[in-house]
């Protein structure tokens, strides 16, 4: 496989972790980081690695064979328009846009340049919920009825972040509504929230929810609930449980440590891990080797623009839903 050349546009948490994975990995370059706000880091210097503030330097390079886009969402369709003049290779953190009408726009570029996008939707990469996606598709659980996801963060991001986050449901549980997806390889067709700020009455005012359950049908017939809070004292809680005809399959929680202890006063074992990036840590590596290899002419599987289109879709039926308070029909 030759090298390929690399580019990360937006240098905060997500950022760096693909960063971090692609100087890691064999067969691929970073060759710039592009972050308006950003100073300069002496160790990504030394390691050749330019630096800008501008994303137009990005196109004074002699090759770029791929973009990551990490920058805050309500960024992400204006730079997926400009760096598709640089490289058909785009991989663009969740979600792909904030409006039906931009992730439109999208698609007739991905149709019209046959961009290769790639949506960040790391869970399907995730070991645990891929092999659960496998069991399900084997047939191993007969016909599948319901899927459970209970999906909580430790605690929630700066009001900063969650001001252009799009809300909490385009931001995080845009995650949950692709695996229900993922898993069943169906679209929902109706959604039903319920939702309250308990943790910090500053979410409120920035016109967000920190708590929410979410009931849907898909358009099979299955049901799914999603289970959403963004704040867990106990860790990062990620679990599912998928019902079918001939049984049930579960993905429990991954532990900081698996020491089981067990005295006079009952069996203990350690919290879950502490957020994604802990986590998630082997999904990001799979989903960024995926990327670098479909950059190298390679078919992978990944979530496309359509998968983001659905993902908005439903977050917004979400948000509409809870204003309404009754149940939204796609
Ligand atoms: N897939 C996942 O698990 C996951 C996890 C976290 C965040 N995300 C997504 O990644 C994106 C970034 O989230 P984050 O948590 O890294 O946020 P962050 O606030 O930590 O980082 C965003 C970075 O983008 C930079 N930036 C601001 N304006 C920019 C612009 N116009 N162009 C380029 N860069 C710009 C900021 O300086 C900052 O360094 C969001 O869309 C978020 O939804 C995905």
Redesign the pocket.
């Known amino acids: 496989m030759s090298s390929v050349d690399l580019a990360i546009?937006?240098?905060?948490?997500?950022?760096r972790i693909h960063a971090e994975n692609i100087l890691s990995m064999q067969g691929a370059n970073l060759k710039i980081i592009?972050?308006?706000?950003?100073d300069i880091d002496e160790g990504l210097k030394r390691r050749g690695i330019q630096q800008s503030k501008n994303?137009a330097d990005l196109f004074s390079l002699q090759k770029i064979d791929g973009v990551i886009i990490?920058?805050?969402?309500n960024?992400?369709v204006e730079?997926i328009k400009e760096l598709s003049k640089a490289t058909k290779n785009i991989f663009c953190?969740?979600?792909l846009g904030l409006s039906i009408k931009e992730i439109m726009e999208v698609k007739s570029l991905v149709d019209s340049k046959n961009l290769n996008l790639h949506v960040?939707?790391?869970r399907r990469f995730d070991p645990d919920f891929s092999s659960l996606k496998l069991s399900i598709v084997s047939g191993d659980i007969g016909d599948l009825h319901m899927i459970k996801i209970i999906s909580r963060d430790p605690s929630p991001?700066p009001i900063s972040?969650i001001e252009k986050?799009g809300g909490m449901f385009l931001?995080m549980t845009i995650?949950d509504f692709d695996m229900v997806k993922y898993l069943s390889g169906v679209e929902i067709s109706e959604i039903y929230a319920k939702g309250d700020c308990f943790i910090d009455p500053e979410i409120k005012k920035a016109n967000d929810i920190d708590t929410a359950i979410i009931n849907m049908t898909l358009k099979n017939g299955i049901l799914a609930t999603i289970n959403n809070s963004r704040k867990a004292v106990y860790g990062y809680d990620q679990r599912i449980e998928v019902l079918g005809s001939k049984g049930t399959m579960i993905v429990g929680n991954k532990l900081l440590h698996g020491v089981r202890k067990g005295t006079k006063d009952g069996f203990t074992s350690a919290n879950p891990k502490n957020f994604?990036i802990d986590r998630?840590k082997e999904s990001?590596q799979i989903e960024i080797a995926d990327f670098i290899r479909s950059t190298s002419g390679e078919t992978v599987d990944h979530a496309n623009v359509d998968d983001g289109l659905h993902a908005l879709k439903i977050g917004l039926a979400t948000n509409k839903s809870l204003l309404k308070n009754k149940p939204i029909q796609l």
């Open positions: 546009v937006g240098f905060g948490r997500i950022g592009v972050d308006p706000i950003l994303i990490c920058s805050p969402s960024y992400h730079q953190e969740k979600p960040g939707f790391n991001p972040y986050s931001d995650h994604f998630y990001y």
